[in-house]
């Protein structure tokens, strides 16, 4: 008998030290796992936000064109409403294009796919340097030509199309992605005479 109580501890001696090797294993195999979920929530997370905050931008920049129809400068205005809604954005901005929409779906000045400026017959494009929109090309779009007089069926859509750059927090995901996001709207009937 007293030989068998010396045994006994030794044996729950080493049952716990495999225990304690065996959830050391499990630790090493999970950490990395948990660390990439993490870090993924996280980078996908601030994406996710700035991708909602570039189409924000564009909307308001849509929203200012289409409620200065006929105005001069517009296309000025708008650059500044989107630059006021991209104030607190991760993103770094790059392209901005004011563009009449047709009616018939043409002058789309983007290839949607590549998210590059193809060209455009009524435009304003702008680059973003030196912390500021500066304009970049386009053919314009005057003031004066804008059909927002008259029957609704006859007015002019406007579309502001943004393109930004989202730096990845941690590079575990790639070092940057591309967001592009446009909003199109009708322009607002101008009241009284358009002359």
Same mark, same amino acid.
């Given at each position: 008998?007293?030989?068998l109580a010396s045994r006994r501890p030794a044996k729950l001696r080493?049952?716990? !030290? @495999?225990?304690? &090797? #065996?959830?050391?294993?499990?630790? %090493?195999?999970?950490?990395? *796992?948990? /660390?990439?979920? $993490?870090?993924?929530?996280?980078?996908?997370?601030?994406?996710?936000?700035?991708?909602?905050?570039?189409?924000?931008?564009?909307?308001?920049?849509?929203?200012?064109?289409?409620?200065?129809?006929?105005?001069?400068?517009?296309?000025?205005?708008?650059? !500044? @409403?989107?630059? &006021? #809604?991209?104030?607190?954005?991760? %993103?770094?901005?790059?392209? *901005?294009? /004011?563009?009449? $929409?047709?009616?018939?779906?043409?002058?789309?000045?983007?290839?949607?796919?590549?998210?590059?400026?193809?060209?455009?017959?009524?435009?304003?494009?702008?680059?973003?340097?030196?912390?500021?929109?500066?304009?970049?090309?386009?053919?314009?779009?005057? !003031? @004066?030509?804008?059909? #927002?007089?008259?029957?609704?069926?006859?007015?002019?859509?406007v579309g502001v199309w943004i393109k930004a750059r989202h730096d990845?927090?941690?590079?575990?995901?790639?070092?940057?992605?591309?967001?592009?996001?446009?909003?199109?709207?009708?322009?607002?009937?101008?009241?009284?005479?358009?002359?």
């Open positions: 008998m007293v030989q080493r049952g716990r !030290a @495999a225990d304690r &090797g #065996a959830a050391l294993v499990e630790a %090493a195999m999970v950490t990395p *796992l948990l /660390v990439l979920l $993490v870090f993924g929530i996280i980078e996908f997370g601030l994406l996710f936000k700035d991708t909602s905050s570039v189409a924000a931008a564009a909307a308001s920049g849509a929203r200012t064109a289409a409620t200065q129809a006929r105005t001069n400068g517009y296309q000025d205005n708008v650059a !500044a @409403a989107v630059t &006021g #809604a991209l104030s607190s954005v991760g %993103a770094t901005p790059q392209e *901005l294009v /004011v563009y009449r $929409v047709e009616k018939n779906g043409l002058n789309q000045p983007v290839n949607w796919s590549s998210a590059q400026i193809t060209g455009c017959s009524t435009c304003y494009k702008f680059t973003w340097s030196g912390g500021q929109w500066v304009p970049s090309g386009g053919s314009g779009w005057a !003031a @004066a030509a804008q059909q #927002a007089c008259g029957p609704v069926a006859t007015t002019d859509y990845m927090l941690t590079g575990m995901f790639g070092s940057a992605r591309t967001i592009t996001e446009k909003t199109v709207m009708r322009l607002e009937p101008v009241p009284g005479d358009c002359r």
